[in-house]
């Protein structure tokens, strides 16, 4: 039997990062599903260990070197070498330019960027000496600008430009790096934006479904398919891809 791939989803407790952290799981891949508090993540464990899959969860600020360190090093104690990476952690902090502070930028970009940059540089050291490796990251549509997210337009975008790069540096070990755009996928997330909004969720909701051409929004699941594809084996091929993941075509 060949060994079990391990996979590090951040952002994992809920949202689309536990969609992700689910759909790994049921693809064989055992999982550490790392969230800023540990026991937020407990419901994403629980529920794969009930499938008879393996997981765990460890807490972690991505934005902090010492954080990343230790969790791929307990995850590669108590799992197995981390071979799979997804950069899903992400906040928003959005506002109009002339209101955006500083901490607004800085938050934006220490958990998206600097937080896939540490994760990737952590992870690809066990990628590297497996001689295989995917790495998988979250843009969005809103790299291709959006209204009140200057920040996260412009992380969204680096994010998109890291990926390639990654794509050619890590190529020849055999780990390819992606990343995946999505547009409205329905989360907390963006429950947060119609409450800034002061519209309900539902109103929120149905606004965007009739701008989408498949007339619905999107769902975590339909992130995790595409996550799915770009860290099987058959992918291995695929590399330095933004895969819009908006029931329409963007960019
Ligand atoms: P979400 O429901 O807000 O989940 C994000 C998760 O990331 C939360 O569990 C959060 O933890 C965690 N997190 C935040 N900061 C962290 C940090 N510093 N270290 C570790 N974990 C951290 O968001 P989502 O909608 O699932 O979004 C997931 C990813 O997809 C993000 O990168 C987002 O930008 C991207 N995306 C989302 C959409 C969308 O329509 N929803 C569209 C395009 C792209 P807490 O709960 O403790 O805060």
Known sequence: MTEQRVAIVTGGARGIGAAIARRLAEQGRAVAVVDLDESSTTEVVEAIRAGSGRAIG????????????SAVARAADEL?????????????RDNLL?????????????????????????VQRHQVQAGWGRIVSLSSTSALGNRGQ?????????????TKT???????????????????????????TAERMKVSFDDFLAAAAREIPVARVGQPQDVAEAAAFFTS??????????LYVAGGPKA
Not at 81 to 88: D, E, F, K, Q, S
Not at 233 to 242: I, N
């Open 150 to 162: 200057a920040n996260y337009a412009a992380v969204k975008a680096g994010l998109q430009g890291f």
């Open 166 to 192: 990654l794509a050619i540096e890590l190529g020849r070990y055999g780990v390819t790096a992606n990343a995946i755009a999505p547009g409205f996928i329905a989360t907390d997330m963006l429950r947060q």
């Open 233 to 242: 084996d058959a992918a291995s091929f695929v590399s330095g891809q933004v």
């Open 98 to 122: 002339f209101k955006m502070t500083d901490d607004d930028w800085d938050a934006v970009v220490a958990v998206h960027l600097r937080g896939a940059f540490l994760m990737s540089r952590a």
């Open 58 to 69: 460890i807490g972690a600020d991505v934005a902090e070197a010492e954080a990343v360190e």
């Open 80 to 92: 197995g070498a981390p071979t799979i990476l997804v950069n899903n952690a992400g906040i928003l």
